[in-house]
């Protein structure tokens, strides 16, 4: 009777994972902080392009053993504040209006829309810390990595923009919100 078993296969790793495979799993994830940056889905889509199509031609540059998610979403950043930069004031398009006598909403649906409308009324530098820790459940180091800034800059936006969440989805607040603007 012979002993010698076969030699048990470990499960890959993601250096046997072809860098491809790698970044399709991380489609959802990058549209959703991409919609989350942008406020439009197409055009959340064409930066999700541009990234995926980035991280392809600098795919040499990611270290392996390194957290693909966080390297991505830091390419995500950077594109989109290039982007900001380089454009003007979007405006919006008519397919964007509210059409007139809609419904009254479901009570879930409402709380659903009355916390896209708080969020969107953050800044970008609070929706974008939120999305990161809250959503994607990045840690503060790797949400300060990918926004290039220290890790107590990413705690305090992360603070003011719950604060900030909290006044906004008080029902009286709701019919006054107003922008977030930082004293200086």
């Known amino acids: 009777m012979n002993d010698a078993s076969p030699p048990e296969r470990l499960p890959p790793t993601e250096a046997d994972v072809p860098f491809g495979s790698l970044l399709v799993t991380q489609i959802p994830r990058l549209r959703r902080y991409a919609r989350a940056l942008t406020r439009q889905t197409a055009a959340a889509d064409d930066l999700v392009q541009d990234v995926l199509e980035l991280a392809w031609s600098k ?5 392996a053993g390194t957290d693909l998610r966080a390297w991505l979403f830091t390419i995500m950043h950077n594109r ?3 982007q900001l930069r380089a454009a003007p004031p979007p405006m919006a398009t008519l397919d964007e209006a509210p059409e007139p006598g809609v419904a009254p909403l479901a009570d879930v649906r409402a709380q659903l829309l009355d916390l896209q409308q708080a969020f969107d009324a953050l800044g970008a530098e609070h929706r974008a810390v939120l999305m990161l820790v809250a959503v994607e459940e ?3 180091e790797e949400a300060a990595r990918t926004l290039a800034v220290p890790i107590g800059t990413v705690m305090s936006r992360l603070a003011r923009a719950r604060e900030r ?4 989805l008080d029902r009286d607040a709701l019919s006054t919100i107003v922008p977030f603007k930082r004293n200086r």
């Open 59 to 63: 795919q040499a540059s990611f270290r």
């Open 80 to 82: 989109f504040v290039s």
């Open 138 to 140: 990045l840690s503060y």
């Open 165 to 168: 969440l909290r006044t906004l």
